[in-house]
């Protein structure tokens, strides 16, 4: 018999490595099923439990591309070839 998995708060890196590879396997799970209202308790939980670890700080969105775009070498020109011309990029 398949038992279904009873979802508590993650309280451990166990719990939740066991709560991502559980996600990992139903997250296709049609609307309405059984695994799809299971897979968004799991992703309530597993938020939850990161938040409670990781304390980003807020950020302006702009501020973050730049950031990215300076830790990978792009310039403008890079992202316009994949997002668009220059002109796009650069009112971002």
């Not at 501020?63 to 775009?69: F, S």
């Amino acid at each position: 018999m398949n038992e279904k998995p009873q979802w508590f708060l993650i309280e451990t890196e166990q719990e939740y490595n066991q709560a991502v590879a559980r996600y990992e396997e139903i997250k296709n799970a049609a609307t309405g099923a059984e695994e799809h209202k299971e897979k968004l308790l799991l992703v309530h939980l597993i938020e939850n439990y990161e938040n409670s670890l990781w304390d980003l700080p807020e950020v302006d969105p702009v501020e973050m591309i730049k950031i990215r775009m300076d830790d990978f070498g792009y310039k403008a020109a890079d992202l316009a070839t994949v997002y668009g011309d220059k002109g796009t990029i650069s009112k971002v």
